[in-house]
């Protein structure tokens, strides 16, 4: 067939190679389900995180009490419930800081799959 091409002239012109297509769609990396799930996570360590700043406020007023101790028993008293009222208003304070980043972040995560729903409404 091949010497048919080289003989024949008019083959030539009939038979050219094709151009390739070229596309250029935005490649979604992430699926809705996957956006939701990162969030998850990191409203998880968002949250764990705060559980560990509490954990460690609270081991800090253990140890001004175990300081406190040797002095006089009013004093010791009043000192540790100083110490413990300042650690758990900054219990609090990160308790509500964790509070309004994960309605935050479960905000955007609503607004995300929305918006894939509607790109995949869009697209079908």
């Avoid at 001004?64 to 208003?89: D, M, N, P, V, Y």
């Avoid at 964790?98 to 869009?122: F, H, I």
Wanted: charged share 30%; glycine share 4%.
């Amino acid at each position: 067939m091949y010497f048919l091409y080289r003989t024949q002239p008019a083959l030539r012109s009939l038979t050219r190679p094709s151009s390739r297509l070229f596309t250029s769609t935005a490649i979604q990396n992430k699926s809705a389900t996957e956006t939701v799930k990162d969030t998850v996570k990191t409203l998880d360590r968002k949250a764990s995180d705060a559980a560990v700043s509490g954990i460690e406020t609270a081991e800090q007023a253990a140890a001004k009490a175990r300081e406190i101790a040797g002095l006089k028993t009013e004093e010791a008293k009043a000192k540790t419930e100083q110490a413990a009222s300042q650690a758990s208003s900054k219990a609090q304070e990160v308790k509500h800081e964790t509070k309004g980043k994960m309605y935050e972040a479960e905000g955007k995560a609503k607004a995300t799959a929305e918006e894939v729903k509607a790109k995949g409404k869009a697209n079908m």
